[in-house]
């Protein structure tokens, strides 16, 4: 079994930051790829961003150049740092890793206009 604890939501104002965090623990072995997804109210879950064990990265065309994605392969935790943000960002931040069944709880970002 794996566990992902996702930190880091909140309530922000346009244009303002939030940081997330996700740490990945139990039977881990070696991660290849961790990433983060959201769902709003109404809508489907979609990606946001991953990165794979050798540091390339994948973002939503929505995203690109606000959000940073990166990781600590020591700690087995993966962050997404959201810049700019905008109200249309709000939604449940979940942590995943790709391929497989694993999800985190998810962590609430609200953005106020």
């Known amino acids: 079994q794996v566990q992902l604890v996702e930190s880091g939501g909140g309530l922000v104002q346009a244009g303002g930051s939030l940081r997330l965090s996700c740490a990945a623990s139990?039977?881990?072995?070696?991660?290849?790829?961790m990433g983060w997804y959201r769902q709003a109210p109404g809508k489907q879950r979609e990606l946001v961003a991953d990165?794979?064990?050798?540091?390339?990265?994948k973002y939503a065309d929505s995203v690109k150049g606000r959000f940073t994605i990166s990781r600590d392969n020591s700690k087995n935790t993966v962050y997404l740092q959201m810049n700019s943000l905008k109200p249309e960002d709000t939604a449940v931040y979940y942590c995943h890793l790709p391929a497989s069944s694993y999800w985190g709880q998810g962590t609430q970002v609200t953005v106020s206009s």
């Open positions: 139990g039977s881990i072995g070696s991660i290849n790829a």
């Open positions: 990165i794979i064990i050798g540091g390339s990265t």
